[in-house]
C-alpha cells in the first residue's frame, strides 16, 4: 500500500512540475486549456520526447523526482498484487472514500466550468 501510495505522490508532484515547465515556455498561449481533462492530457498524453528532454535538463529537481519515480514503480511493480486487492476493495467500500471520491468529482466539474469561462473571455496570459 505504501508503494501505491508513494507512486501516486510522486505522479502528483510530477504533474505539477510538468505544468509549471509547461507554464513557463508560454504555452498557455497557444494551447487548447478549456478544461483540467485538456490540461491533464497535455501532462500526460501528449507529453513528448522533447518535453521530457527538455524537463530534466532544466530541472534537476524534476531529474530527482523522475529517479524516485521510476524506483518506486520498481517495488510497486515487484509486490503481490493479490495482497492489495482486499484492503483497496475495503477502502473502496467505506462510506467515507465514496464521499470524498464523488466529493472530488464534483470539484473537478465544477472546476472545468470555470476553467472553460476564462478561456472564453479575450484575456490573454501573460507569461514572465
Same mark, same amino acid.
Given at each position: ?6 507512486c501516486?505522490q ?19 498561449d ?7 481533462s ?10 513528448s ?12 529537481t524534476?531529474?530527482d =523526482?523522475? $529517479?524516485e519515480?521510476?524506483? /518506486? *514503480?520498481?517495488?510497486? %511493480? ?9 484492503? =483497496?476493495? $475495503?477502502?473502496?467500500?467505506? /462510506? *467515507?472514500?465514496?464521499? %470524498? ?9 465544477? =472546476?472545468d ?16
Amino acid at each position: 500500500m505504501y508503494y501505491t501510495w508513494k507512486c501516486q505522490q510522486l505522479l502528483i508532484h510530477r504533474q505539477e512540475m510538468r505544468f509549471e515547465h509547461v507554464f513557463s515556455r508560454g504555452e498557455f498561449d497557444t494551447g487548447v486549456w478549456n478544461s483540467l481533462s485538456s490540461i491533464t492530457d497535455r501532462l500526460d498524453k501528449n507529453w513528448s520526447d522533447m518535453d521530457e528532454c527538455s524537463a530534466l535538463t532544466n530541472n534537476s529537481t524534476y531529474k530527482d =523526482l523522475t $529517479t524516485e519515480l521510476s524506483e /518506486a *514503480e520498481k517495488s510497486r %511493480a515487484s509486490m503481490d498484487k493479490d495482497l492489495l486487492d482486499g484492503p =483497496l476493495r $475495503t477502502v473502496q467500500q467505506h /462510506a *467515507e472514500y465514496r464521499s %470524498a471520491r464523488q466529493a472530488i468529482y464534483e470539484k473537478v466539474h465544477e =472546476l472545468d466550468k470555470r476553467l472553460g469561462k476564462w478561456r472564453a473571455q479575450p484575456t490573454i496570459l501573460k507569461v514572465r
